[in-house]
């Protein structure tokens, strides 16, 4: 077992994280199995409290739709939002920063400035402008997270790639006459990844919280079941059937805090400096 | 003084083609947007023939090229003349202005109570590393950064709104009763109570974190220990010397996380129908306002740039060591 898998499984919070992620990954695995139906179907009459109808374990929603089998199918939709949003957002930030920090002068002021142009506008407002130009189909929606949260894995990879780049395994394999893409994906980039990875979920986190927020408004894609959209459907039952909004957003706070707790369990293990404190 | 101004002036310049981007960048995507502004003025007409669309092509400047189209834009922007919202059929610039007050309101609120609840949670936690203190504040850390706001206020407005009854569910304002003086401002600050709450916990826990980190990292430092040598006691090296190093990240941490919270504002304002900005951004995408949704792009821009520019101000007064080159 590597020295770095050890700690990872001796910080608590990475072992939780863990939990909680297989907990999320069973229930979108198994939502075919378990719940065969259309998630967005009427599944019994509405309104039925949790518990009430043994066939229904989480009861009915104000459409009639099982809120169980929409919390797995859900998981479905947000794991594979989140993932390929992040894909999106860490790759093009690793590609525009590794760029910018390799090359340095006007090459890296330039992309410096598009950098903060898109951390100056507000990234929800960016996205609702995306939404409001390109409409909300689930490509759209998945894409547009992903385009709005590269700035932050982009100066990460910035930052490492301008500490590595006069390092001397650089410097002789630029000897070597390797060119500029060799030195940027196979020497430099290796290095350049592990907190790069550990920040991703980071952005996974955030990736999953947007979408649910977009769907709570209404402007995410109404063919998919999201729990966000459940969220805003129990809007107008929430004086008294408060449960239809209360369970998909417990269904969040797990999905995101599994996602933080493995990234903390991860920096932990990559960076114990501040255990030792 | 003169050189803090002269350091914040310096990167007050550097936002100047930032600016310039952002416009630019809008309005590329709008010419990739399907349609133009005739094409959704003629489907809300119910239709109309080619030589009605030219007309209006030349009436709305669409008949020139993209690069005149541009420079125009650029010019129009510059007078503040952000064009006329189709939904309020007003200028898009006074119905933003009217809503900034609300938001400015709400967002230097929230942003207090994250700081200062951030700050207090943050020093306990590192003053007692690894104890039970600091296990339970971490572990809260976390759940609050898990939780949706919208979420949250939903579930607060069914446990003090609903159940209690103690706090109003939304609004800005109670309408009709008149309040003046001092009932007017106790009036808003009841209504604002889990607006507040809602948008502030996800950045206390942000808050939290780092300065527990940032805590702990200078609590390392040789000053310290020097200090701690000096036989000052522990809450005066914490005071004097701890505290006012390890609240530089934090400053920083203000200006870079203002532009997320404005956005997060748009779901908060929306869930207590506050009539802000951010409530104004999601009705101008339902209603397809792309005039309005853009102005409010430039406005919060141009917002997270004084703030930060502000913030510039803050931390060179707070760190002697930054001199303007």
């Known amino acids: 077992m590597s020295p770095a898998l050890r700690a990872f499984l001796r910080s608590p919070a990475g072992i939780l994280g863990v939990a909680l992620l297989v907990l999320v990954l069973v229930a979108a695995a198994s939502a075919d199995w378990f719940f065969p139906r259309d998630p967005l179907s009427l599944a ?39 993932l390929v949003a992040t894909v999106v957002a860490v790759g093009l930030g690793t590609l525009v920063g590794a760029i910018a920090g390799f090359y340095g002068g006007w090459v890296d002021d330039a992309l410096m400035r598009v950098t903060e142009a898109f951390q100056t506008v507000p ?88 979408e649910s927020a977009l769907a709570f408004l209404g402007l995410s894609d109404p063919n998919i079941a999201s729990w966000g959209n459940m969220i805003g459907a129990g809007r107008s039952v929430l004086r008294t059937e408060w449960y239809v909004s209360a369970i998909p957003g417990v269904a969040i706070l797990v999905t995101v805090l599994a996602f933080s707790l493995v990234g903390q369990g991860l920096n932990d293990a990559l960076n114990p400096r501040l255990q030792a404190v | 003084m003169k050189r803090v101004g002269a350091l914040a002036l310096r990167r007050l310049a550097q936002s100047v083609p930032v600016l310039l981007i952002i416009l630019v960048g809008l309005f590329l995507l709008l010419q990739l947007a399907p349609g133009d502004t005739v094409d959704a003025l003629l489907a809300q007409m119910g239709g109309g023939d080619a030589a009605v669309a030219a007309r209006l092509r030349q009436d709305y ?14 010019v129009r922007l510059l007078s503040f003349d952000l064009g006329m919202s189709a939904i309020y059929g007003k200028p898009v610039a006074s119905v933003i202005f009217e809503r900034l007050s609300v938001t400015a309101l709400f967002m230097s609120c929230a942003l207090a109570f994250a700081f200062s609840a951030g700050l207090v949670l943050g020093v306990v936690a590192a ?3 690894n104890g039970w203190p600091d296990t339970l504040i971490s572990t809260l850390g976390l759940v609050f950064y898990a939780i949706p706001s919208f979420w949250l206020g939903l579930m607060l407005i069914v446990l003090f709104s609903v159940k209690l009854a103690w706090l109003p569910p939304g609004g800005f304002e109670s309408i009709g009763e008149g309040l003046t003086g001092l009932a007017h401002v106790l009036d808003v600050a009841r209504h604002l109570v889990l607006p507040i709450l809602s948008l502030s916990l996800i950045f206390l826990a942000i808050y939290l974190r780092l300065m527990r980190a940032s805590m702990l990292e200078v609590m390392t430092l040789d000053f310290v220990r020097t200090a701690r040598a000096k036989g000052l006691s522990e809450g005066h090296v ?46 101008s995408v339902v209603q397809r306002d792309l005039n309005t949704l853009l102005g409010i792009v430039l406005v919060s821009a141009v917002l997270v740039i004084v703030v930060n520019f502000i913030v510039d101000l803050l931390y060179a007064k707070l760190d002697p060591r930054i001199v303007a080159r």
């Open chain 2, 238 to 283: 914490l005071r004097r010397h701890v505290l006012r190093n390890a609240l530089l990240p934090m400053v920083t941490f203000v200006g870079l996380q203002f532009s997320t919270m404005l956005g997060g504002s748009v779901v908060v304002e929306s869930v207590f129908s506050l009539p802000g900005l951010g409530r104004l951004a999601f009705e």
């Open chain 2, 61 to 74: 400047g669409l008949d020139v090229s993209v690069p005149v189209q541009l420079g125009r834009y650029l």
């Open chain 1, 44 to 82: 019994g009459r509405p309104l039925q409290w949790p518990g009430q109808n043994p066939r229904l374990l989480l009861g009915t929603d104000n459409l009639g739709r099982d809120i169980a089998g929409f919390i797995c199918h859900g998981a479905r939709v947000s794991l594979l939002i989140g």
């Open chain 2, 127 to 129: 003053r007692r590393v």
């Open chain 1, 123 to 210: 990234n929800f407002i960016l996205l609702l402008v995306l939404v409001a130009v390109f409409g909300s189909e689930l490509e759209v929606i998945t894409i547009a997270i992903g385009l709005v949260g590269w700035t932050a894995p982009c100066r990460l990879v910035r930052a490492e790639f301008m500490s590595l780049r006069t390092r001397e395994y650089v410097l002789a394999a630029r000897g070597l006459g390797v060119r500029d893409a060799g030195l940027i994906f196979r020497e430099i980039l290796p290095n350049a990844l592990p907190p790069v990875i550990v920040y991703a979920s980071v952005v996974m986190a955030v990736a999953i919280l947007m």
